[in-house]
């Protein structure tokens, strides 16, 4: 298992960065409100780490070995396909799979 490194150093690439410590706890109400008891990550212990400022895409640990980008709905619960997510094993994973290509043009 990779150790997770804390939010001051990791280097982030637009349109990504650390979720200001001010918003946390909404965000984090919001993706609970959304996971529903069919969901995958139902009942998982979910760590906030950064979020894209270009959508509504999170980046969550996922029992503190598993990166999880989360595109929240704002829709509260219902569907239990939604929230969408996409997995990664390492840090490293999500940089050059998603952060990386989200970086393009900016």
């Known amino acids: 298992m990779q150790q997770k490194k804390r939010p001051e150093e990791r280097t982030w690439?637009?349109?990504w960065g650390e979720i200001p410590t001010s918003q946390r706890d909404s965000f984090l109400l919001q993706?609970?409100?959304e996971i529903?008891?069919?969901h995958p990550l139902f009942g998982r212990h979910l760590e906030l780490i950064g979020r894209s400022f270009a959508n509504d895409d999170l980046l969550v640990v996922v029992d503190t070995s598993e990166w999880v980008v989360?595109?929240?709905t704002w829709l509260g619960s219902g569907d239990s396909r939604f929230p969408l997510f996409e997995s990664f094993d390492t840090w490293s994973g999500f940089v050059n799979n998603k952060m990386a290509v989200d970086n393009e043009g900016f």
Do not use: I, S
Request: net charge positive; glycine share 0%.
């Open 13 to 15: 690439l637009e349109p």
């Open 31 to 33: 993706l609970n409100k």
């Open 36 to 38: 529903t008891q069919r």
């Open 70 to 72: 989360v595109h929240l």
